[in-house]
């Protein structure tokens, strides 16, 4: 649902992996190997996975540590001898959705080349290819709070051979991760606007 050739990944493994998971099932049992297999987090958000388990130590400890950005190593050319990285940098689609992600933690800003994604930000970048996935996210988040859930499922269908019920069950991600974007972008009125909302 996103536009960006960058992004495609992204969208292929959110919302086929249903379909690909069967498939692999499916495979496993031609070989005969029939063991039960759970895909836990299969319909979850990124921020309830992260609910789920940002009070055990090892997420305490070593979330910040963790890398998530499509560019991790970009601050290592803003100036010679820049050990800076990898750093997330804020703005690509992995970033937006980890940014998302943690809205119920800590505020996490620090930790990004860019932390703070409003108007200004992308005025100033918006001439270039440089915001092109923040741009797309605005796009579909914009698309998103126009389209009724007939128009969702039929682009989650358009995705790969899903069942009703995993097309139900991807509604509810997708909804609740476009839900999670915009409570991202609406910590500055001027994006909140800008999305769509007021
Ligand atoms: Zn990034």
């Not at 050990?83 to 992600?101: E, F, Q």
């Not at 970048?125 to 092109?132: A, C, E, F, L, P």
């Not at 709070?145 to 509810?172: H, W």
Request: hydrophobic content about 35%; glycine content about 4%.
């Amino acid at each position: 649902m996103l536009i960006t050739p960058s992004a495609f990944y992204h969208i292929v493994t959110n919302f086929s992996i249903g379909s690909v998971f069967g498939a692999q099932v499916k495979i496993l049992q031609i070989v005969n190997i029939e063991n039960e297999v759970i895909n836990f987090f299969a319909y979850m958000t990124k921020r309830e996975i992260v609910n789920r388990v940002k009070d055990m130590p090892l997420f305490s400890t070593g979330a910040d540590l963790t890398i998530s950005c499509s560019h991790p190593c970009l601050p290592r050319w803003k100036r010679d001898g820049d050990r800076t990285y990898p750093k997330n940098c804020g703005y690509c689609y992995p970033c937006l959705i980890r940014r998302s992600s943690l809205l119920d933690i800590q505020d996490d800003s620090r930790l990004y080349s860019y932390d703070s994604i409003d108007l200004e930000f992308i005025r100033q970048y918006s001439s270039g290819n440089k915001i092109n996935d923040l741009k797309a996210v605005i796009a579909s988040v914009y698309k998103y709070i126009q389209s009724d859930d007939a128009e969702l499922k039929r682009l989650i269908m358009c995705s790969g051979n899903l069942t009703s019920e995993e097309i139900e069950l991807f509604l509810q991600v997708y909804k609740n991760t476009m839900n999670d974007l915009i409570q991202l972008f609406s910590k500055s009125q001027d994006m909140k606007e800008y999305i769509g909302l007021n």
